[in-house]
């Protein structure tokens, strides 16, 4: 079976220190994985995808992830919070060959002043 | 440059009340899903559809029905309104293909009140 779990339910960090939303994931095929974030009363924007090349992937806003099969995770990191970063953040993951998308419960990054 | 377009935007019902959410894409994508996302539960899948005349049921389909009957439309029927429908439903599609990829495309939501 396919799960995703989003470790933190909520982060906080100082405007300018580093980010890091924790992901794990279980998948029964080699999976592509998404993180997305929300902002408040909006709908959900991708930040990143990994599709099965490199194993770093680079999204918008200077997030990144790293794919670790080894680990089963996918964590999100910004090297540098700032206030606009504040939303709620999901890590997806789609089984290959599947239609399935399956949504972690979301982490809730606060950045403080 | 429309992407997923949800309708309406938010909407008070009374109980046992019917009501279709509509959802239109334009990226002539072959699949499409509705989500409600209630608070500490993420996303939970309601319907979805893998291209005109199919669909399928999600993870939570009870009290709502889809049709796809054009690869652009996806609407959304709540037939008897309940309180417990309460939440933030999402409408979304994807391209599911080798050049596109399977990136999952989001409406901008749609926020429903059952009293």
Known sequence: AQSVTQLDSHVSVSEGTPVLLRCNYSSSYSPSLFWYVQHPNKGLQLLLKYTSAATLVKGINGFEAEFKKSETSFHLTKPSAHMSDAAEYFCVVSPSGTYKYIFGTGTRLKVLA | ?115
């Open chain 2, 1 to 115: 440059n429309a992407g997923v377009t949800q309708t309406p935007k938010f909407q008070v019902l009374k109980t046992g009340q019917s009501m279709t959410l509509q959802c239109a894409q334009d990226m002539n994508h072959e699949y499409m899903s509705w989500y409600r996302q209630d608070p500490g539960m993420g996303l939970r899948l309601i319907h979805y559809s893998v291209g005109a005349g199919i669909t399928d049921q999600g993870e939570v389909p009870n009290g709502y029905n889809v049709s796809r009957s054009t690869t652009e439309d996806f609407p959304l029927r709540l037939l008897s309104a309940a309180p417990s429908q309460t939440s933030v439903y999402f409408c979304a599609s994807s391209p599911r293909d080798k050049i596109n990829g399977n990136t999952i495309y989001f409406g901008e939501g749609s926020w429903l009140t059952v009293v």
